[in-house]
């Protein structure tokens, strides 16, 4: 039990963030810093006399090696991506002294700080076929390039531990052992994971993942090209995961939804290979995803979020979501 004063996540003033970065950067003169989005971490806009920057402040569970991560991949591909016909990325911006985050020491602990380039563009809501078939160039270039790129550095894979096992953990905590739902949870989570086994050894394409390409983080696009960013969460992983992240987008109407899924599978497959099994599997990695999000639910609860929107009928509504899957007859 702690008996002092501390704070779980706190807003930083955008003056210090100034104080703290101007010096750091040759990016111009600051005129404005402007916090811009709360989000899993906190995004701040930056005009200088130079132009537009997105500095993004990492919640204290992102580590300086999480970020090492992110940067040296990030860095690569910008390098593999040169001449790529339908894909950028959205890169980040080197310090003077050539490295690329810097460590603040703030009230809750340390939080990693990164300065990005400023995607100028639209946000293309794939809602025709024609844009679906061009992001589904898109992402498998992307997942093309990732093939090309070796990071050197420890990071966890977006597995069944992942997916499943850890939200697992975290919910039932929650929730306690004794709520009516936890016995549901528990044997749905354990059949889910027998499916994915099953048709996992069918032997799906695992490779490095953008690992949130659930389109918010994927769909601005500059003239032909969709610029890709936030790879916070990449990591090695099924691609039919990352792309179960764009078939499950809400905002598709539900009569194109299958039009527009054919049109990006065979965007996709005009760049790269993408198999029957791979495809048949997304479906499943919808609900697993959807398993994740739950648990990113909670693990958000004590810092963020606050208990009040996550009480009977939050659960309620996961559970008959989970239930209308079919997974448990």
Known sequence: MSTQPTALRSVLNPRYLES???DQYDIGTWEECLFWLRGLNDTYRVRTSKGLYILRIYRTEITEADVQYELSLLSQ???VLASAEHTDI???IEKKD?????????AEGKRMAVMFRYIEGTENNLENEESCYAFGQSAAELHKAMDQVTVELPRYELDLKFLIDEPLVRIIDYIGENNEAAAFLQTFARTLKERIVAVSNQVLDFGLCHGDMQ?????????HQFIHYDFEWAANG????DLAQVKARKR???EQKEALWKALMAGYRSVRRFSSEDEQAVDLFIIARRFWVMGLDVAF???DMGALDYGSDWLDSFVEEFRDTGIIS
């Open 77 to 79: 591909l910008k390098n």
């Open 301 to 303: 609860i004590e810092s």
């Open 90 to 92: 959205g890169e980040y």
């Open 238 to 241: 099924w691609r039919a995961y």
């Open 20 to 22: 703290a970065l101007t």
């Open 98 to 106: 050539h490295t690329g985050y810097t460590v603040l020491d703030v």
């Open 252 to 254: 598709q109407s539900g």
């Open 215 to 223: 389109g918010n983080n994927n769909a601005f696009q500059q003239e």
